[in-house]
């Protein structure tokens, strides 16, 4: 079945450091891959969305390419900042077809801590 | 527009009570998801309605849990008998057709079982 695998956490980080969280996935086809964001208090949020391989999809200084060959979509932004903590899902859907079209498989979810 | 509408945002019950949530999606959205999101864990989808009709549920713990959507609108989920393992935040979620990029999730219901 699918899955996504995400990196260990809690990442914790200074002002302006850059950051990558990893994630890989394994599904048949080529499905569509995802970030999610959910800050304190608050639902999840899509970040950013690829959905063909070498896409890549961005948002807010956020970037994630959808690499194939390495079924991987890390999710990178250069400088952070204190308002960009929060947790992080990547998720993929799966285009097969079927019953469960568009039904999300989510990583585990890595918590970013960036301080001033 | 709207967001997706979800109450109570908590609950808190002792095992074997039961309960229930409401979920009411963005109109003119015919997909509706719920999803169970367990501390340190990503969410899981639970069921998901494509109108009022049932297109995945097995991963639904049919014995305790039940969910339905009446008239292809708003949804309720029901745990009966809880127990302690269904503390979680419980996820309504809602797409146009299931086939969009990405769905619109409402804030969720936090369930605490003690």
């Known amino acids: 079945g699918n899955s996504v695998t995400q990196m260990e956490g809690p990442v914790t980080l200074s002002e302006e450091a850059f950051l990558t969280i990893n994630c890989t996935y394994t599904?048949?086809?080529?499905?569509?891959l995802f970030w999610y964001v959910q800050y304190p208090g608050e639902g999840l949020q899509l970040l950013l969305k690829a959905t063909k391989a070498d896409d890549k999809g961005s948002n807010k200084g956020f970037e994630a390419t959808y690499r194939k060959e390495t079924t991987s979509f890390h999710l990178e932004k250069g400088s952070v900042q204190v308002s960009d903590s929060a947790v992080y899902f990547c998720?993929?859907?799966?285009?097969?077809?079927?019953?469960?079209?568009?039904?999300?498989?989510f990583g585990q979810g890595t918590i970013l801590t960036v301080h001033p | 527009e709207a967001g997706v509408a979800q109450s109570p945002r908590y609950k808190i019950i002792e095992k074997r009570q039961s309960v229930a949530f409401w979920c009411n999606p963005i109109?003119?959205?015919?997909?509706l998801y719920w999803y169970q999101q367990i501390l340190g864990q990503g969410p899981k989808l639970l069921i998901q309605?494509?109108?009022?009709?049932?297109?995945?549920d097995s991963q639904l713990p049919k014995d305790r849990f039940s969910a339905e959507r009446l008239k292809g609108v708003d949804s309720t989920l029901k745990i009966q008998p809880a127990k302690l393992e269904d503390s979680a935040v419980y996820l309504c979620?809602?797409?146009?057709?299931?086939?969009?990029?990405?769905?619109?999730f409402g804030s969720g219901t936090r369930l605490t079982v003690v």
């Open positions: 309605f494509q109108n009022n009709g049932v297109v995945d």
């Open positions: 998720a993929l859907r799966s285009n097969a077809g079927g019953t469960s079209y568009g039904k999300l498989t």
């Open positions: 979620a809602s797409s146009l057709d299931g086939t969009a990029a990405g769905y619109t």
């Open positions: 109109s003119g959205h015919a997909t």
């Open positions: 599904a048949t086809g080529y499905p569509s």
